[in-house]
């Protein structure tokens, strides 16, 4: 019996090993008889000696030669660029293993290549200076980073002692923080970007709901001088507990960083036997609302919140334990104003015959900026405010109506992202999908007086192949534009771009490379030879250069 089973399992395997044989010969025989890369074109025999190229920053229109191999074949049909940009070709210098050429005056920072009968070589990078690059003395390694999510930048906020606070959706920064003491959202650095925990007491910073910081205001003047006013989405500052868990999107900090609290006594107690339960430390600025905050303003004694809410909260402190906290809760669209102690002034964005406010917009407030007079303007995805037309951008009076006297016209045929207002300048400038502004052509980016009119002189270009996210002026008038396109009329501009403040690209500081990500926020200072702009967002390269979400740029003069 055991001799029959071994026969049958040698003739198995003898069947099993000439059937794949034959497979195999089968498939063999078959590939002999077909090449898929039959009729293809043969490589031509260029390549590149130089890897490197010598100095390691050139200037535009310079002259450079590299090193090449078999050019004399194809000397009267190839062509030479530099990211993307044709340079031309020094052909008396140019030889079988010379490539000389000029570097294009409109080019940037890239690679450069050549091209010959429909086949491209790459070479190596070629670094074109100019009047911006990044801050070697800027201290930031590691950046914002988080361990569950988006590490985003959205805010900087400048102190009188030179260092700054940043905000976002972070948790940890320069990899300081812990899985028990994170820092949640908003961080301390030095005016060269060395992160610093010196005179400031955020603890664990923002937690629950999203953990997140939007917006960070210091407050100048005025009762509360000193203090900050942070707006976002978290539901405690600095406590994971879950029945400290009482803020509602925003905030007040001491001058270190601390949250502004208040101790309560004989506080309703439904369990005496905890006597401890008898007080309570609650939030000094007893304001919140149901969604996010976007962006905090202070104005005089009074703080604005504007972001994606329908509801204003306040703790009713009489009849809420240490356990449990009761709410009065108003009616209140994507903005609110309240007074330093949190409690809501009616006299702003709200209908005292139908207790709630009005309409406000009717799609998204993505951006906002406050005049010097506490006027506000928004923009967004909106057509219509308060069921007025505004298009995509409104300003409004001190309460909170719709300011008709503001001369955007029909203003914009698209979404606009990002605005900014330049003190120096007493110009506003915008961001966005639009093609037109009131009238005028105007792909993306338009430059407008304070009175919401545009600037006749300004005439930009077409922005192509993305759109524009953000833009800032600088005091000197030129206009930063950051986003996801790639060119500005016929020029290459891969991100970033830097115009004159009549739209042309400014000379001499379109020099930088490609930009990946978004800015949500910039902060400039003024240097004997220029100003150095601080970039913020979601900066993922910048050149050859990653950020980290924080980026300091030196603008020469």
């Known amino acids: 019996m055991l001799n029959n089973i071994k026969y049958k399992f040698k003739a198995h395997l003898f069947l099993a090993i000439c059937l794949t044989a034959t497979f195999v010969s089968c498939k063999k025989q078959n590939g002999l008889t077909e090449d898929p890369y039959a009729g293809g074109k043969k490589p031509l025999d260029i390549t590149f000696v130089t890897k490197t190229i010598e100095p390691d920053v050139v200037n535009a229109g310079e002259v450079l030669s590299v090193k090449v191999k078999g050019l004399n074949k194809y000397i009267n049909d190839f062509k030479v660029y530099v990211n993307e940009v044709e340079a031309e070709v020094v052909t008396g210098s140019t030889n079988d293993t010379t490539l000389t050429f000029k570097v294009p005056i409109t080019a940037s920072t890239g690679s450069m290549w050549i091209t010959s009968q429909g086949q491209s070589f790459f070479g190596p990078l070629v670094k074109v200076g100019g009047k911006v690059s990044v801050d070697p003395t800027w201290k930031v390694i590691n950046g914002a980073t988080n361990s569950t999510g988006m590490s985003t930048v959205y805010d900087i906020e400048g102190l009188p002692n030179g260092n700054y606070f ?16 994170p820092i949640g959202g908003i961080a301390q650095i030095t005016g060269d970007g060395a992160y610093t925990t010196s005179g400031v007491a955020f603890g664990k910073a923002a937690g629950g709901a999203g953990k997140y910081i939007n917006s960070i205001t210091r407050i100048a003047t005025g009762s509360q001088a000193g203090k900050f006013i942070i707006g976002g989405s978290f539901t405690a500052f600095n406590s994971t507990r879950p029945n400290r868990q009482t803020l509602n999107n925003v905030a007040r900090l001491n001058t270190n960083g601390s949250l502004d609290s208040l101790v309560l006594t004989n506080v309703i107690n439904p369990k005496p036997q905890e006597v401890y339960k008898n007080g309570d430390t609650v939030s000094a600025f007893n304001a919140g609302v149901d969604g996010a905050v976007r962006k905090t303003f202070v104005f005089g004694e009074q703080v604005y919140l504007v ?13 809420s334990s240490y356990d449990e906290k009761v709410y009065d809760l108003t009616r209140m669209r994507q903005m609110v104003r309240v007074n330093m102690d949190g ?17 406000g917009a009717n799609g998204v407030i993505l951006d906002a900026m406050m005049q010097a007079d506490g006027k ?47 003190a120096n300048t007493d110009k506003i400038v915008i961001a966005g999908t639009f093609t037109s502004f009131n009238g005028k052509a105007s792909a993306g980016v338009n430059l407008l007086n304070a009175n919401g009119s545009n600037v006749a002189t300004f005439n930009p270009l077409p922005i192509t192949g993305g759109i524009a996210t953000f833009v800032g002026q600088l005091n000197n008038g030129k206009i930063i534009v950051c986003g996801s396109f790639n060119k500005y009329g016929d020029y290459l501009r891969q991100g970033f771009m830097v115009l004159e403040s009549n739209g042309q690209l400014a000379v001499g500081y379109n020099n930088t490379g490609g930009f990946q990500g978004t800015v949500y926020d910039m902060l400039e200072t003024s240097i004997s030879t220029g100003s150095q702009v601080i970039l913020v967002g979601d900066i993922l390269r910048f050149n050859t250069f990653l950020p980290r979400n924080l980026l300091r740029l030196t603008f020469s003069n």
């Open 343 to 359: 409690t809501m002034d009616s006299t702003f964005h709200y209908n005292k015959s139908t207790r709630q406010s009005a309409i």
């Open 307 to 319: 972001g994606g809410f329908n509801n204003y909260k306040r703790i009713f402190l009489p009849n």
């Open 376 to 422: 506000l303007i928004l923009v967004g995805t909106f057509t219509t405010f308060n069921a007025v037309q505004a298009n995509r951008i409104v300003r409004l009076n001190l309460d909170g109506s719709v300011d008709n006297s503001f001369s955007v016209g029909g203003a914009a045929n698209g979404d606009i992202y990002s605005i900014r207002y330049n």
């Open 166 to 181: 940043v905000g976002g959706a972070f948790n940890n920064f320069e990899l300081k923080g812990t899985e028990k003491v």
